[in-house]
C-alpha cells in the first residue's frame, strides 16, 4: 500500500476500511502491430488504468446461486459442441475455441501504464499488460500453442523470436513498439500474457490496486489515476483541437474538473463479499477541490428530505448536486451559439419567463424519486419525483405565466381537448395535463408544495406527495425499518438510494425464472442425457427467504468522495429485486422496442418498394 492510500484509510471511517470494493473501471486498448525496442526504463512506469477480476465462479458465491454456477459450468462443455451443430462455426478449430473459453473464464487482470520520459519503446511512453490466470501450467502452455499458430498466420512476415527476459514467452518487432505474449510463472502462479511496448515489471502495477478489507472475499477491483497521463492526453487534446476546435473545447473542460491534470483526482473501486452480504465501495480521492466543477454538492442531505419520502416506500433515492457549474455551462453555450440565444429571447417574448434565470436558477440542490404502495400500489403510477426550490416565489410566478402561454396554445391547436387544470388540496396547489371528452388514462400532475416541486404519472401520487411535504403524511424514509437498518449511524450523507429487495422480488422473480429456465435449456445436450443441471433458479420462498435489501450512500471523507454499496450475497435474489423495481416500467420498453421494430420494418419495406435512403 501507498503512503497515499495509508493516509486516506486513516482519514475514513475505520468500517469503510472493511467494505471496500469496485462497480467497475474496464479500460480496453487496441494493440495493433508493436516493434521490439532494445532499453527497458530505469524506472517501473506508473499505473494509469487497473482492472482485475477473481472469475466467473466469484461471483457466485452464496449457496442459493449453488445451481446457477454449476449450470454455467457446463456452458464449455455445450460450446465445444456447437462446431459440429452449427455450419458456420465447423471452420473453427477446437483448440482455438478452448483457447477463448480458458480466457473467458479464468480470472484475468489489465493495467494500462505510463511513462512519458522514456519513450524507448514507443508508444509514446505507454504500456500494457493483460494478464489471464493464475491457472495451470498445463492451461497455459495450451492457451500459447493456440495463439502461436494465430500470430504465425497473422503476422506473416515478421520475425518471431523467444524472449531472453521472460523464459517461454515470444516477442514480435513492429513499428509502434514491442508485443510480448505467452505463460510466465507469476509469484501467484502461472499466467497467460499479453505486454505491450513499455509495460515494464508485468506484476509491479497491480501493487497499487485498492485493498478488499479483512473478511471481503474479492471479486472484481479497479484503480484509475490519469494524473501521470496528463502531459500525453494534452498532446492528445491539442491535436483533436486543431482538427476538430468544437470537440477540442468539449474534451478539454475534461481537465478542469480535475479528470486528469496537476492533482486530478484519483478512483479506487472493489466489489466482493462479506459473510452475510454483498459489499462495494468507490472512493474518488482529492475530487473535493472540483467537487462544484463535477455537480457534487458538499451540503449533505437535510431531515426534510428524508420525510419528503413516505415510509412504505419499495423504491427511494435522494441526492444533494451543485447546478451552479451546468447553468454556467448553459450560459456559456447561449453566449457562443447565437441560434441558441435567439431561441431563448424569443421565448422570453412570447411567455414572459427566462428559463435560466425563473426556472434552472430557481432550483435547489436537493433530488429525489421513489415508488411507494401509499402513493399507488408501488407501481408505475406512484412513481414521484420531487426538487427542492431556492426561489418558490419566482417559479411560482413563472409557473404562472408558462401555464397561462401553454393553456392558450393548447386551445387553439386541440381545439380544447387537452387543457391544462389546477386545482388545490389545503392550500397546496396542483396542476394536471387533462384531455377532456376523450378516454385518455393518463394524467400527469406537478404540484408547488412551500419550497418543493413535485412531479407525478398520477393526480393521486402527486396528491399523496403533496400531503407528505406539508407534514400530513407519515414519518418519512428514516421511519423505515428495513432502510435504517442497513444504513451507518450518525453519518452525514450527500446521497442515498434504496431498493426493498423483499418486497420488489416478488415482482422480479418471474423475469429472473425465465432466465434461469434458459440457462439451464441451454447448457443441456442434445447428444449427452447425462449433463442435465439442476433447478437454476430456487423456489420463491427459499430465494426470498433473508433476502437483504440494496442500498448505496455518498459522503464526504476529507477531500475524497466516497461511495458504499450494499445488497443481498445471493446474485439471484438482487437481480430479482432489481427487475422488480423495474417491473411497473416493463410495458413501456416492450412499447419502445415494439416502435422501433415497426419502424425498421416499415423502413425496410420502403427500400424493398425502390426507395432510396
Avoid at 427487475?579 to 425498421?600: K, S
Wanted: hydrophobic share 45%.
Amino acid at each position: 500500500m501507498t503512503s497515499r492510500q495509508a493516509a486516506r484509510e486513516r482519514s475514513l471511517p475505520r468500517w469503510l476500511a472493511r467494505t471496500t470494493i469496485l462497480q467497475g473501471v474496464i479500460a480496453t486498448m487496441a494493440l495493433g502491430p508493436a516493434a521490439i525496442a532494445a532499453a527497458a526504463p530505469a524506472a517501473e512506469p506508473e499505473p494509469v488504468l487497473l482492472f482485475e477480476h477473481a472469475g466467473l465462479d466469484a461471483m457466485l458465491v452464496d449457496e442459493k446461486d449453488a445451481a446457477l454456477r454449476d449450470a454455467l459450468a457446463m456452458l464449455p462443455d455445450r460450446l465445444r459442441e456447437l462446431p459440429n451443430e452449427v455450419d458456420d462455426m465447423e471452420q473453427i478449430p477446437r483448440p482455438i475455441l478452448d483457447g477463448i473459453l480458458t480466457m473467458l473464464t479464468s480470472p484475468g487482470r489489465m493495467a494500462l501504464t505510463v511513462d512519458p520520459d522514456n519513450q524507448a519503446n514507443g508508444a509514446m511512453g505507454l504500456g500494457l499488460v493483460a494478464s489471464a490466470g493464475p491457472m495451470e501450467r498445463r492451461a497455459a502452455s495450451e492457451l500459447d500453442g493456440v495463439v502461436r499458430d494465430l500470430a504465425r498466420e497473422g503476422m506473416r512476415g515478421q520475425e518471431m523470436l523467444t524472449s531472453e527476459q521472460y523464459a517461454g514467452m515470444t516477442e514480435v518487432a513492429t513499428p509502434p513498439g514491442p508485443l510480448r505474449f505467452g505463460p510466465r510463472e507469476a509469484p501467484d502462479g502461472w499466467r497467460y500474457e499479453v505486454h505491450f511496448a513499455g509495460a515494464g515489471d508485468p506484476d509491479a502495477a497491480f501493487n497499487a490496486l485498492p485493498d478488499y478489507g479483512e473478511g471481503v472475499t474479492p471479486v472484481m477491483r479497479a484503480r484509475m489515476d490519469l494524473e501521470p497521463a496528463s502531459t500525453l492526453i494534452d498532446t492528445l487534446m491539442g491535436f483533436v483541437g486543431m482538427n476538430m476546435p468544437e470537440a477540442g473545447m468539449g474534451l478539454g473542460m475534461l481537465k478542469e474538473t480535475g479528470l486528469y491534470g496537476e492533482d486530478a483526482y484519483k478512483m479506487d473501486m472493489t466489489w466482493g463479499y462479506t459473510r452475510d452480504r454483498s459489499v462495494s465501495s468507490m472512493v474518488v480521492s482529492g475530487i473535493k477541490p472540483y467537487a462544484r466543477a463535477n455537480g457534487l454538492s458538499l451540503q449533505p442531505l437535510g431531515a426534510d428530505a428524508f420525510r419528503m419520502i413516505p415510509s412504505d416506500a419499495t423504491v427511494a433515492g435522494l441526492s444533494t448536486t451543485d447546478l451552479s457549474s451546468t447553468i454556467e455551462m448553459i450560459e456559456g453555450i447561449v453566449a457562443s451559439v447565437p441560434e441558441a440565444g435567439e431561441g431563448l429571447a424569443e421565448f422570453e417574448r412570447q411567455t414572459g419567463v427566462n428559463l435560466i434565470d425563473d426556472v434552472l436558477k430557481s432550483f435547489g440542490s436537493t433530488f429525489g424519486y421513489y415508488m411507494a404502495d401509499s402513493a399507488g400500489g408501488a407501481g408505475i403510477l406512484s412513481t414521484v419525483a420531487f426538487v427542492e426550490l431556492s426561489d418558490s416565489e419566482r417559479f411560482g410566478e413563472a409557473n404562472e405565466r408558462l401555464r397561462a402561454f401553454a393553456n392558450a396554445a393548447l386551445g387553439r391547436e386541440t381545439e380544447g381537448y387537452v387543457r391544462g387544470r389546477a386545482w388545490s388540496d389545503e392550500g397546496s396547489q396542483l396542476f394536471t395535463l387533462s384531455f377532456p371528452g376523450l378516454p385518455i388514462p393518463v394524467e400527469l400532475t406537478y404540484a408547488l408544495q412551500g419550497k418543493w416541486l413535485v412531479l407525478a404519472l398520477s393526480p393521486q401520487a402527486a396528491l399523496t406527495a403533496v400531503r407528505q411535504a406539508r407534514g400530513a403524511g407519515d414519518a418519512g424514509l428514516s421511519a423505515n425499518a428495513t432502510f435504517m437498518n442497513a444504513m451507518p449511524r450518525g453519518q452525514a450523507m450527500t446521497a442515498v438510494s434504496f431498493v426493498d429487495t423483499k418486497k420488489t422480488m416478488s415482482r422480479g422473480y418471474q423475469y429472473v425464472a425465465l432466465l434461469g429456465s434458459a440457462i439451464r435449456n441451454g447448457v443441456q445436450s442434445p447428444q449427452d442425457p447425462e449433463r442435465m443441471p439442476g433447478m437454476v433458479v430456487p423456489p420463491f420462498a427459499e430465494l426470498a427467504d433473508g433476502a437483504r435489501p440494496m442500498v448505496q450512500y455518498s459522503f464526504w471523507a476529507g477531500d475524497d468522495y466516497v461511495t458504499i454499496g450494499e445488497g443481498d450475497r445471493s446474485m439471484l435474489v438482487n437481480a430479482s429485486g432489481v427487475m422488480g423495481a423495474l417491473d411497473p416500467f416493463m410495458p413501456l420498453i416492450g412499447l419502445g422496442f415494439a416502435a422501433m421494430a415497426a419502424g425498421q420494418a416499415r423502413e425496410m419495406r420502403m427500400y424493398d418498394d425502390g426507395f432510396d435512403f
